[in-house]
């Protein structure tokens, strides 16, 4: 409806991922989707892996992103809030991004209430059972002295590692079938085992397995997967109005 106030969801866009065709059509036609939902959007939230990769160092930070980055400052000055949750791609954002874009960025998973309604939401990576060598690789990520030593490394060699590492990821996933069963069962059952003791929660939003997913846990309980933005350009919208809704993107 004109006029209604939204909030919206989105997840795994993978800006300046090395296995696109085309990282700047990729990047103009988020900055397009966000430019769009402007004039309604009260809130957005980014449910990581946004980017593909992301390192800031003390002084310096990254190049690229130079039309994204700029949409979110636009719309967080005109008062549209933007909370960023940290994905498995895009963990080391640090002080930069939240000063300079007036952003709130969250390591974890949060809950809020959205218009009455319970939310929790989450990238996804770090709910439920993890294998044990993701889970090693995720906390030594996260490690303040690794994170260190890291930076101490030029990103020279850096910058292409991340990048072969991440299409060397995909590679294997799709090899794999990925995103395939266990990974949303996995979800699924955090889900259902986190519901009996936070009975208050009416939706669950995740990214991460790159599927795009609606379900309904319980009776006034639905869990939602966001899908991607690398094929199905897909996000949830809430309002009072109209409720929460899957979409894409055209």
């Known amino acids: 409806m004109i006029g209604e106030k939204a ?12 296995y696109m065709k085309d990282t700047r059509e990729n990047e103009l036609r988020i900055v397009a989707f966000l430019e769009s939902i402007k004039k ?27 039309r994204f980055f700029g949409k979110l400052a636009e719309l967080a000055d005109s008062g549209v809030n933007i909370i ?8 080391w954002i640090f002080d930069y991004l939240p000063n300079e874009l007036g952003i709130e960025v969250i390591d974890g998973s949060i809950v809020e209430d959205i218009y009455g309604k319970k939310f929790f939401l989450s990238h996804g990576d770090g709910v439920g059972t993890l294998e044990p060598s993701f889970k090693f690789i995720r906390s030594l990520f996260r490690n303040k002295f690794c994170q ?8 020279r060699w850096t910058v292409p590692f ?15 079938g990925v ?21 208050e929660i009416d939706y ?9 997913s609606r379900e309904e846990i319980e009776s006034g309980c639905e869990m939602i997967v966001l899908g991607e933005w690398i094929r199905t350009f897909s996000y949830a919208r809430f309002s009072l ?3 929460l809704e899957l979409l894409k993107w055209k």
Do not use: C, M, Q
């Open 40 to 66: 309604d959007a009260d809130t957005i939230y980014l449910l990581g892996d946004i980017l593909d990769y992301w390192y800031e160092y003390k002084y310096v930070v990254p190049r690229g992103y130079v």
């Open 148 to 155: 260190w030593a890291f930076s101490g490394i030029h990103p």
């Open 7 to 18: 909030t919206y969801f989105l997840s795994d866009l993978h800006l300046g991922a090395p």
């Open 204 to 212: 669950y939003v995740f990214g991460h397995i790159h599927v795009l």
């Open 84 to 91: 960023w949750l940290k994905g498995n791609h895009d963990i």
């Open 162 to 176: 991340a990048y072969s590492w991440s299409a060397h990821s995909r590679k294997e996933g799709e090899s794999r």
């Open 241 to 243: 109005e109209s409720g």
């Open 179 to 199: 995103p395939d069963e266990s990974l949303l069962r996995n979800i699924r059952e955090f889900v259902k085992d986190y519901k009996r003791s936070h009975p």
